[in-house]
């Protein structure tokens, strides 16, 4: 069987309970990874040039007619299937907002997931960048309503120091949160399909850079566990308390 090498897909193509279907559209094609930055406007009162909104290219090159100041306080939303070109842009915005002294107070999430060792990387960065713990940054699903944050989005919600999230959704027991996950599968080209097989060699080196990550950070290797026991084609919705349960959500 060839493979694509190390291209691990933790969501594509999802089958979930009607509820959650029809709320979330989860069905739906989703763009690759797009990252945008704002000020945060609670936080810049006084700050000369804290007041724009720009998509993460502009970010990085600046705008025309946009007054971009130092030591801003901002809010980066990451929407999209994360995927390693992704993560490359995410990592130059972060060296960017280093440079310029820019603090964020907020990660906001709307992904279906992505490449796992993309999510890893970016998780990591927030980690160890002042950019995130100096404030220390908060994470949050966005404001849509069909926005989510399933797979291997969960990666980069246990990377925020703080977590901000909806719970027990128009009181549908089906909904009990916007938090996803399930199994991973490899691409296989030749067969034009998805290999989740626990044999898998790729899905076991991911799986064991899952658990060594979430240890790291306090997050129980349950989670991974629990992951894998999902089938990849379909979605688990957590609940308050299993996300406390794993070291994901703090009350």
Known sequence: MRIAASVLVLLIALRVPAAAAQNYDILANSPATAIYIETD????????????????????????????????????????????????????????????????STLVLDS????????????????????FSATPVVARIAEDYQSVCFSACVVLLS??????????????????????????????RQRAGYDSSAANGEILRVSRRLKDYFASIGVAEKLVDDMFAVPFDEIR???????????????
């Open 112 to 131: 279906k997931g992505g490449d796992a060792d993309a999510a890893i990387s970016m998780a990591q960065l927030i980690r160890r960048s002042d950019v």
């Open 237 to 251: 919705l957590l609940s308050r308390d299993e996300l406390v349960s794993y070291g994901l959500y703090s009350d």
């Open 41 to 104: 406007h609670a936080g810049n009162q006084g700050r000369q040039g804290c007041d724009w909104y720009l998509p993460g290219d502009e970010y990085l090159t600046g705008s025309p007619g946009v007054d971009i100041g130092a030591d801003c306080i901002i809010s980066i939303r990451v929407r999209g299937i994360l995927n390693r070109e992704g993560a490359v842009a995410f990592s130059g915005i972060v060296e960017r907002a280093a440079e310029r002294g820019h603090r964020a």
């Open 159 to 188: 990377a925020a120091f703080g977590k901000e999230l909806d719970f027990d959704i128009d009181n549908n027991p089906a909904l009990p949160s916007r938090v996803g996950i399930h199994g991973p599968g490899q691409f296989d």
